[in-house]
């Protein structure tokens, strides 16, 4: 059994996984990274996965906070970008940091909030898993375990988006925290962002395609 902590260093790009590591070493790594945001920690019942995401995942994560909140005016829905926060549990040991995660009709519930727990917290009401490479653990049934009620997952092969029914995830063909945006809509401007080197006029025409999205 893992008890105690010790420096460790991860390149971007690259993942450290350990076993058998006790929910006490999990918080001491937590509180090792806490200077570290680009660093990425993922434990499930022992499994403790150390991750550094590279810079071409956290410009796609990075672009879906823009969007989404594009999606939150245009919808006239309550808004709090939650970043890369950790959620965690012990009873149900288990704990994640998503790429970015946002409280939409929970929003008035973190108020002054500076620190997230979920024994009397809301978990984010939509969170974005962007999985360039595949985790060795299985994140989605993490964000399941939480109580995370949608996730949008971008993988190679596109993006899908997901919806906590009961204790796994269906996939979905539009949003229920904005109904009637599509994945393709979203992918769509994502990977025109990713070409672009202003991504400010691709933010104008996302606006325009959600406001008559809204409007059907």
């Not at 810079?55 to 906070?65: G, Q």
């Not at 995660?101 to 969170?127: I, K, T, V």
């Not at 949608?150 to 904005?178: C, I, P, Q």
């Amino acid at each position: 059994m893992v008890r105690t902590a010790t420096r460790i260093t991860v390149e971007p790009g690259s993942h450290l996984l350990m076993s058998d590591v006790a929910w006490t070493t999990y918080s001491d790594f937590l509180k090792m990274f806490s200077e570290s945001p680009a660093v990425r920690l993922t434990f499930d019942r022992g499994m403790l996965e150390i991750m550094s995401p590279s810079l071409h995942h956290d410009d796609e994560s990075r672009f879906f906070v823009s969007l989404i909140q594009i999606l939150a005016e245009e919808w006239g829905r309550p808004f709090k970008p939650g970043g890369s926060t950790t959620m965690r549990r012990k009873p149900k040991q288990a704990g994640l940091e998503a790429d970015e995660c946002f409280w939409l009709d929970s929003a008035p519930h973190m108020a002054g909030r500076r620190q997230l727990n979920l024994r009397r917290d809301p978990p984010p009401d939509l969170a974005i898993e962007v999985e360039l490479r595949r985790s060795s653990i299985n994140r989605m049934a993490l964000f399941a375990r939480l109580g995370v009620p949608e996730v949008w997952r971008l993988r190679k092969t596109g993006l899908t988006f997901h919806t906590l029914a009961g204790k796994k995830y269906d996939e979905t063909a539009t949003s229920v925290a904005f109904p009637g945006v599509t994945p393709a809509l979203i992918e769509k401007f994502v990977n025109k962002a990713a070409e672009a080197g202003d991504v400010l006029g691709v933010l104008r025409e996302f606006r325009v395609a959600a406001r008559k999205c809204h409007a059907k």
